[in-house]
């Protein structure tokens, strides 16, 4: 008799756990899904995209249509960097014109517009873009003339771009108002800092591993030199949230 009773107890224990097993992996997924859609870059870089985001233990899957190149990848990245993904399958496609050639004139202004946005110390809202035989011309108002001259310095070492003219007027900053987003996520600042090196000529070559903790970056890898290893901390400094850097990169 309790042979039996131990045998059903076995059995149901183990159903127990079968059941639990899908509800707990359905939970994640939920979350997932969840935490992607009220990222930072999701609902602010992303919100006029069309993204259907689909999660099954850990596998997830991007549909629908973006309006950049850049935010196939930027989708992808702040997906990948959520707790409890596995893998990432990027189906997003570019919906309207076709994609700019490399190095077009319009390749280099979508480019140096998407690496403006990802710094925190430039306005890239108040920032004309414009290209022409590779050379970027800037417009716009500046805070300061210390702010004109990092727009200059950041849209120069955009790959591709031959130089750069700053037309841009220094006038007075406006007015902060307070973000009605709130504290940004940790995935959404290592998607950010990601891109930024990749945009930066300076930085796009470096083997480097971002990952974010509670908004303190942590940067590891490999750089040819001790300038490149400072640009990237630099770069990366600058990026929306980010409270500090440690760079753990060895110089080859």
């Keep these: 008799m309790q042979a039996k ?10 159903a127990l756990f079968a059941l639990s097993v899908p509800a707990h992996a359905s939970k994640m997924d939920d979350q997932i899904v969840s935490s992607a859609k009220n990222s930072y870059v999701f609902k602010n870089h992303l919100k006029g995209d069309d993204i259907k985001i689909q999660s099954k233990d850990g596998a997830v899957t ?8 850049s935010h196939k990848t930027l989708a992808r990245e702040t997906v990948a960097g959520l707790s409890g993904v596995k893998t990432v399958d990027n189906r997003l496609e570019v919906k ?9 004139d319009a390749w280099l202004v979508t480019k140096v517009k998407t690496a403006l946005l990802f710094h925190s110390s430039v306005s890239a809202g108040a920032t004309e873009v414009n290209a022409k035989d590779g050379v970027v011309t800037l417009r716009g108002d500046a805070g300061s003339q210390a702010q004109k001259d990092l727009t200059t310095e950041y849209a120069k070492d955009i790959d591709g771009v031959k130089d750069v003219k700053n037309e ?28 930024t090196l990749l945009y930066h000529g300076s930085t796009s070559a470096l083997n480097t591993s971002v990952t974010t903790k509670n ?29 500090s850097v440690k760079n753990q990169m060895t110089i080859e």
């Design 5 to 14: 009773w131990s045998i059903a107890l076995i059995v149901a224990a183990v």
């Design 62 to 69: 991007l549909t629908g249509t973006v309006s950049e190149e």
């Design 96 to 104: 309207g014109a076709p994609l700019a050639a490399t190095n077009s």
């Design 168 to 195: 841009m007027v220094v006038s007075k900053p406006a007015k902060k108002t307070q973000s009605t987003v709130g504290k940004i996520d940790d995935a959404s600042i290592t998607a950010l800092a990601k891109m």
């Design 215 to 243: 908004g303190v970056v942590t940067l590891s890898g490999k750089a040819k030199t001790a300038a490149e290893k400072d640009l990237a901390t630099k770069y990366v400094k600058d990026v929306n949230g980010v409270k």
